[in-house]
């Protein structure tokens, strides 16, 4: 079991495409989701590795977690933020004023940003590294700390969908669990509203009550007002 995990809130989070650039580090409340979020994941039976994005804001995430559970710290470029290419660093709302943005927010399968990284290919990216991380660690319980739009690619492969899922309401600052094989987990959140309930559908009552271990001890340690919504992902809003 993977557990994606999505960095903290930075100055810039709504406002600025920061992309791979250096020098963006977590805001104060960031800094409070990544300790709480810390808590949370040290309360499972074991943690077995922890992997981070290079980038500063993935890394101060992922350190409280380490402290935490006792587990060092590994960097991992396949889970870096989408290359925004000659998008990085701009406002979004200047972004969104662009013909371009009608193409990412409606066919963002189609789109490549300008000299940088094509969708499909920051899919093909995570899903291939979330598949080696569990496939070096074989039954345990892996932490991968990366960046919102690679998280979502994976969920809607998870899915099988042939939509990539847009928007701020799909991965909030939390965790998200990568199935091994498709089980049944759970959506959860610290404040008792469930995250991305506009794109998953509830699976049924006989398979919300089908988890097994890792997923089981996932969702009793972790439990904040869960609900069944995906099949394929756990997520934590912090």
């Given at each position: 079991?993977?557990?994606?995990?999505?960095?903290?809130?930075?100055?810039?989070?709504?406002?600025?495409?920061?992309?791979r650039?250096?020098?963006?580090?977590?805001?104060?409340?960031?800094?409070?989701?990544?300790n709480?979020?810390?808590?949370?994941?040290?309360?499972?039976?074991?943690?077995?590795?922890?992997?981070?994005?290079?980038?500063?804001?993935?890394?101060?995430?992922?350190?409280?977690?380490?402290?935490?559970?006792?587990?060092?710290?590994?960097?991992?470029?396949?889970?870096?933020?989408?290359?925004?290419?000659?998008?990085?660093?701009?406002?979004?709302?200047?972004?969104?004023?662009?013909?371009?943005?009608?193409?990412?927010?409606?066919s963002?399968?189609?789109?490549?940003?300008?000299?940088?990284?094509?969708?499909?290919?920051?899919?093909?990216?995570?899903?291939?590294?979330?598949?080696?991380?569990?496939?070096?660690?074989?039954?345990k319980?892996?932490?991968?700390?990366?960046h919102?739009?690679?998280?979502?690619?994976?969920?809607?492969?998870?899915?099988?969908?042939r939509?990539?899922?847009?928007?701020?309401?799909?991965?909030?600052?939390g965790?998200?669990?990568?199935?091994?094989?498709?089980?049944?987990?759970?959506?959860?959140?610290a404040?008792?509203?469930?995250?991305a309930?506009?794109?998953?559908?509830?699976?049924?009552s006989?398979?919300?009550?089908?988890?097994?271990?890792?997923?089981?001890?996932v969702?009793?340690?972790?439990?904040?007002?869960?609900?069944?919504?995906?099949?394929?992902?756990?997520?934590?809003?912090?």
């Amino acid at each position: 079991l993977v557990l994606l995990v999505r960095h903290g809130q930075t100055p810039t989070t709504g406002k600025v495409l920061p992309g791979r650039a250096p020098g963006l580090h977590l805001a104060e409340s960031g800094v409070a989701q990544a300790n709480k979020l810390a808590e949370r994941i040290s309360a499972l039976d074991r943690i077995d590795a922890i992997y981070a994005s290079p980038l500063e804001r993935a890394r101060e995430t992922a350190a409280p977690i380490g402290r935490a559970t006792g587990t060092k710290v590994s960097i991992d470029k396949g889970l870096l933020e989408c290359d925004f290419g000659d998008w990085t660093g701009a406002e979004l709302k200047k972004l969104m004023k662009l013909p371009q943005w009608n193409t990412v927010q409606r066919s963002p399968s189609t789109f490549r940003f300008p000299n940088g990284e094509s969708f499909a290919e920051m899919q093909l990216r995570i899903v291939s590294t979330l598949d080696r991380l569990r496939a070096a660690h074989p039954g345990k319980t892996v932490v991968a700390v990366s960046h919102a739009d690679p998280i979502k690619a994976a969920l809607a492969s998870a899915r099988r969908s042939r939509r990539f899922p847009t928007g701020r309401s799909v991965v909030e600052s939390g965790v998200t669990a990568w199935p091994s094989k498709p089980e049944c987990y759970f959506t959860a959140s610290a404040h008792r509203r469930p995250v991305a309930r506009t794109h998953f559908a509830a699976p049924s009552s006989n398979a919300a009550s089908s988890g097994t271990s890792p997923a089981r001890n996932v969702r009793h340690a972790l439990d904040a007002g869960v609900a069944p919504y995906c099949p394929m992902a756990l997520a934590i809003s912090v």
